[in-house]
Nanobody, 125 residues
Framework: QVQVVESGGGLVQAGGSLRLSCAAS????????MGWFRQAPGKEREFVAA????????YYTNSVKGRFTISRDNAKITVYLQMNSLKPEDTAVYYC??????????????????WGQGTQVTVSS
């Protein structure tokens, strides 16, 4: 089993920044990639960004490219999501997830095996 715990959400004005953290524990050697997803009220959970533990592959959804940066600290077994130039439409619960399948960096919710409880990000206009 793998456990992931997010932190760092909060309330910020439009144009501001937040950094989310996701700490993994348990059988972390089984993790191949980590992803960030978000879910706004009344909407489906959507992909935001993903990174392999090696850092060799990184993906972003188009709406956050140039504003968000995903990174990892292997020593701390932690993945970060630096969010800059935040917009009201970025408001959502942000979830971290772990994928244990080798060789892929998926953008699909269904492909991730372990999920955190989520952290709220609210961007005011």
């Amino acid at each position: 089993q793998v456990q992931v715990v997010e932190s760092g959400g909060g309330l910020v004005q439009a144009g501001g920044s937040l950094r989310l953290s996701c700490a993994a524990s348990g059988r972390t050697f089984s993790i191949y990639a980590m992803g960030w997803f978000r879910q706004a009220p009344g909407k489906e959970r959507e992909f935001v960004a993903a990174i392999t533990w090696s850092g060799s592959r990184i993906y972003y959804t188009n709406s956050v490219k140039g504003r968000f940066t995903i990174s990892r600290d292997n020593a701390k077994i932690t993945v970060y999501l630096q969010m800059n130039s935040l917009k009201p439409e970025d408001t959502a619960v942000y979830y971290c997830a772990a994928d244990t399948t080798r060789g892929r960096t998926s953008q699909g919710v269904e492909d991730y095996d372990y999920w955190g409880q989520g952290t709220q990000v609210t961007v005011s206009s």
